[in-house]
């Protein structure tokens, strides 16, 4: 069966960094795009960051941009995503989330139409 798990959430001070992983299961990554959106308390959930695995290109947020990096590790069948200069206003639930088929969502940079989703890592940034 299809699988994605979030790992690497945590607490972490303002200026601080964090590392998620988004390893998947029942499914090769290689061909399909992986997607992170993350879901503050009373917001809507928002695309952070997405990766085409194929041709190993990415897209932001323009509220990440320059702070984090997502990239693919095809051995591990897991997408991470590194985030740096961690703020209070990235603290959310951080999910990871793919189409089925593969598609290329990402290097259109639209981050709709999700078949799979993991059940969130939660992120705090806080003093």
């Known amino acids: 069966q299809v699988q994605l798990v979030e790992s690497g959430g945590g607490l972490v001070q303002p200026g601080g960094s964090l590392r998620l992983s988004c390893a998947a299961s029942?499914?090769?990554?290689?061909?399909?795009?992986i997607f992170w959106f993350r879901q503050a308390p009373g917001k809507e959930r928002e695309g952070v960051s997405c990766?085409?695995?194929?041709?190993?290109?990415?897209n932001y947020a323009n509220s990440v941009k320059g702070r984090f990096t997502v990239s693919r590790d095809l051995a591990k069948n897991t997408v991470y995503l590194q985030m740096n200069s961690l703020r209070p206003e990235d603290t959310a639930v951080y999910y990871c989330?793919?189409?089925?088929?593969?598609?290329?969502?990402?290097?259109?940079?639209?981050?709709?139409?999700?078949?799979?989703w993991g059940k969130g890592t939660l992120v705090t940034v806080s003093s």
């Open positions: 989330a793919t189409q089925n088929p593969y598609g290329s969502s990402c290097l259109m940079g639209y981050y709709s139409g999700m078949d799979y």
């Open positions: 990766i085409n695995i194929r041709a190993d290109s990415t």
């Open positions: 029942g499914f090769t990554l290689d061909y399909y795009e």
